[in-house]
């Protein structure tokens, strides 16, 4: 995980990839857990797929290949607090991308879509937080 964050860059790729991971993780953490912990996990997913299909919208030659990003076994994840602290430390990330594609000043769609993208990104973020184990 550490490799993919360290070399994502800062540009569509990096936001896409970055955001698809971090729903992905969040994902697959909430698989393993009861529902009732799994629920803020999955509401962050969806936040996350949401902002992840903003950026496709926003620049349409998105090359949509899932990029990996191992987090270790998620068989062995019975609460949550395991999975928060790696679910945010991607969040974070894929905030990163975003804010450096938006302070390049994009206009029209891209612009549109950037906003909300960064505002579910956020919106994921505070869910992180608020459900903290």
Known sequence: MHALIDNAGTGWD????LTHAASHVAAMFAETLPFIDAIPLLLVSA???AAEEHL???HR????RPTTADVGPADVCRDAAPAHPAVQQLVRAALEPVRHLRSSDPTG???VNLARADALICSARRQLLASQP
Not at 14 to 17: L, P
Not at 61 to 64: E, F, N, S, V
């Open 14 to 17: 990096a936001a896409w990839t």
């Open 109 to 111: 769609v891209a612009a």
């Open 61 to 64: 030659d998105l090359p949509l």
């Open 56 to 58: 496709e919208q926003a």
């Open 47 to 49: 936040d996350l797929r």
